[in-house]
């Protein structure tokens, strides 16, 4: 499994983690993002038919997104 780097916490600065939880019966994953610190996340559900890296790597682009990431073009 690749090493997911996550921008800390917009919140609080703190540190944060991904956590991958599945159900073998249904197929379908829960992803969490959360902060150490603060406790602030992100719950993403019901993700069926990915590799668990593939699901990881999609959060993390999601969560290291920032309102400051947005070019000048996109914000008229």
Known sequence: M?????????????????????NSITGY?????RCYCCG??????KIKG???DTIR???A???NRR???VS???RN
């Open 61 to 63: 682009k999601k969560w």
């Open 40 to 45: 602030m996340g992100r719950t993403y559900k």
């Open 50 to 52: 990915m590799s668990s």
């Open 29 to 33: 994953s829960k992803v969490d993002v």
């Open 57 to 59: 790597s999609q959060v």
């Open 2 to 22: 690749a090493e997911i780097e996550l921008k800390p916490c917009p919140f609080c600065g703190g540190k944060a983690e991904v956590i991958l939880t599945g």
């Open 67 to 69: 309102a400051d990431d």
């Open 72 to 74: 000048e073009e996109n």
